[in-house]
Nanobody, 120 residues
Framework: VQLQASGGGLVQPGGSLRLSCAAS????????MGWYRQAPGNQRELVAG???????NYADSVKGRFAISRDNAKNTVHLQMSSLKLEDSAVYYC???????????????WGQGTQVTVSS
């Protein structure tokens, strides 16, 4: 499967961005999708994940500010980011993996990454 991410860019602190990720095939009910990010010098970390049925996981640092959603009919997943902070700056990656694969693992398929820069 190929994942095409879009929607990154430059935004001021407190602003909003919406990332989208489109998969090249239908998403199985046995798969979950997520967004990860990697800032320079840091390991890639889970930002938010969502199962086929809509159950979500969020990193503590983004709870209440970010919202993940998916459209199974369109094979897409979105990440609505609000109240952005300087520390949210990173390359954001879309991911798809089996439902039983832990989010902590570097696993599944990855999109090409999209840069999010929060700066005044």
């Amino acid at each position: 499967v190929q994942l095409q991410a879009s929607g990154g860019g430059l935004v001021q602190p407190g602003g909003s961005l919406r990332l989208s990720c489109a998969a090249s095939r239908s998403i199985s009910k046995f798969e979950k999708m997520g967004w990860y990010r990697q800032a320079p010098g840091n390991q890639r970390e889970l930002v938010a994940g969502i199962t086929f049925g809509g159950s979500t996981n969020y990193a503590d640092s983004v709870k209440g500010r970010f919202a993940i959603s998916r459209d199974n009919a369109k094979n897409t997943v979105h990440l609505q980011m609000s109240s952005l902070k300087l520390e949210d700056s990173a390359v954001y990656y879309c991911n798809i993996r089996g439902t039983g694969v832990r989010w902590e693992y570097e696993a599944g398929y990855w999109g090409q990454g999209t840069q999010v820069t929060v700066s005044s």
